[in-house]
């Protein structure tokens, strides 16, 4: 299966490809996915050829063929986005709840919140913080536009 071989630098090969949704070429894609040398980009380029997810056009330049499941991503548009940060947003809005029943304990009288739900609500912010932490990391590095040739910009 295609998506078993997608890993390290062709699957952000192929998440540049899919997300440039234009024909590239081996210098864009060395650019875009700052790889070391256009024959990096070369191989890993015809491997997503091999596997039959991009193809070349006319012009020698390499088009979307497939766009394919990956693991442990979701396609969101043209951008892969790791499952990860779907499973923050889940515990943002926990944390976003229990944070207001302790607000509302704190302003209406005879609302009387237990302590264990404080260490609840402080499990949930440490579980939000480290999936938000873990799916930034995997974001940033299929998406390496955020990197300049080996020095981290913004």
């Known amino acids: 299966m295609a998506n078993d071989e997608l890993e390290g630098n062709t699957l952000t ?9 234009k024909p590239v070429g081996t210098r864009d894609v060395t650019r ?7 024959s990096v980009a070369s191989r890993h380029l015809q ?21 394919t499941n990956i693991n442990g991503h979701v396609w969101v548009g043209r951008n892969l986005v790791p499952r990860l940060m779907f499973y923050s947003f889940f515990f943002l809005g926990a944390f976003a709840a229990e944070m207001t029943i302790i ?18 609500t402080g499990m949930t ?8 932490l873990e799916g930034i990391a995997l974001y940033r590095k299929l998406n ?11």
Not at 13 to 21: D, E, L, R, S
Not at 47 to 67: A, F, P, R, T, V
């Open 103 to 120: 607000l509302a304990s704190a302003l209406l009288k005879g609302f009387v919140v237990q302590i264990s739900f404080y260490f609840l």
């Open 47 to 67: 491997k997503l050829e091999e596997m039959g997810l991009i193809e070349k056009n006319e012009y020698g330049d390499y088009i979307l063929k497939e766009k």
């Open 32 to 38: 875009g996915a700052n790889l070391s040398s256009t």
């Open 125 to 132: 912010g440490v579980a939000m913080a480290l999936f938000s």
């Open 144 to 154: 390496p536009k955020h990197v300049e040739r080996g020095n981290k910009v913004g």
């Open 13 to 21: 090969v192929y998440a540049y490809v899919v997300h440039a949704a």
